[in-house]
């Protein structure tokens, strides 16, 4: 005859087992979204950089007063990018054109900045390029001014 029992003990452990697991099992998950979260983070963090074939920026910078010629050169070339110019906010454009010549306030926050392309007294000869930004300040226009 056979007698088969159940200890008490068996159960016990079988239940702390699975709660010990199950703990474990969402500790694990927190831990590997926690790290996704960080790499995402630090990735998200990298800064944006846009390269431009048609101008170098330390150039134009270079040329403020636009007597050089140099703005006067490049700004046609540069219009088939200006597409790279929408969407950046205020300080990114100043790291690529310089501080503008001139910054003009527009109604609901909105303003304009603007860089002189061409190098005379008159200003009905004067030819502009004019930055418009949004009430976010991020760039959402880009236009040349004869």
Not at 16 to 36: A, E, I, R
Not at 116 to 134: D, G, M, P, W, Y
Request: proline share 2%.
């Amino acid at each position: 005859m056979k007698i088969t029992t159940k200890s008490n003990f068996t159960g016990q452990w079988e239940r702390q087992f699975w709660s010990l697991h199950k703990m474990m099992t969402k500790n694990q998950n927190s831990v590997h979204f926690g790290f996704l979260l960080l790499t995402l983070s630090i990735i998200s963090c990298q800064p944006n950089t846009i390269s431009f074939n048609s101008f170098e920026p330390e150039l134009w910078k270079a040329d403020a007063q636009s007597c050089k010629g140099y703005r006067n050169e490049v700004i046609m070339d540069m219009e088939a990018e200006f597409d790279q110019f929408i969407g950046m906010s205020e300080t990114e454009l100043i790291t690529y054109l310089g501080s503008p010549d001139k910054t003009l306030l527009y109604t609901r926050g909105q303003k304009f900045f603007s860089y002189n392309i061409n190098c005379t007294k008159e200003a009905s000869a004067k030819s502009q390029l004019r930055v418009r930004f949004s009430a976010l300040d991020y760039v959402n226009e880009v236009l040349i001014l004869d």
